[in-house]
Nanobody, 116 residues
Framework: QVQLVESGGGLVQPGGSLRLSCAASGIRFSIYTMGWYRQAPGKQRELVADIDMSGITNYADSVKGRFTISRDNVKNTVYLQMNSLESEDTAVYYC??????????WGQGTQVTVSS
């Protein structure tokens, strides 16, 4: 059974930091592009960042310089380090795994709330 399980979400004050983790099982993790998406209230789901099998990263303009995506192919885990969080970052964050531009698997999501 394939599973992507996110953790690390929660409530944080503006300017604070969170680190999200996504643990994958049941897939050949190292050959997938891993990504983080988010869906904020009233908006469509959008790409936050992704990292391919070679370690090349891609970020949405809104998070460049604040967020860092990384992966550990031994632990089968992808991370999203989020710094300088803003209220606009409030969303449900989803982990996904894709190949050749196609998403194959989604996690259940983890809530991130940035509020004072």
């Amino acid at each position: 059974q394939v599973q992507l399980v996110e953790s690390g979400g929660g409530l944080v004050q503006p300017g604070g930091s969170l680190r999200l983790s996504c643990a994958a099982s049941g897939i050949r993790f190292s050959i997938y592009t891993m990504g983080w998406y988010r869906q904020a209230p009233g908006k469509q789901r959008e790409l936050v960042a992704d990292i391919d099998m070679s370690g090349i990263t891609n970020y949405a303009d809104s998070v460049k310089g604040r967020f860092t995506i990384s992966r550990d192919n031994v632990k089968n885990t992808v991370y999203l380090q989020m710094n300088s969080l803003e209220s606009e970052d409030t969303a449900v964050y989803y982990c996904n795994a894709g190949r050749l531009g196609v998403t194959f698997y989604w996690g259940q999501g983890t809530q991130v709330t940035v509020s004072s």
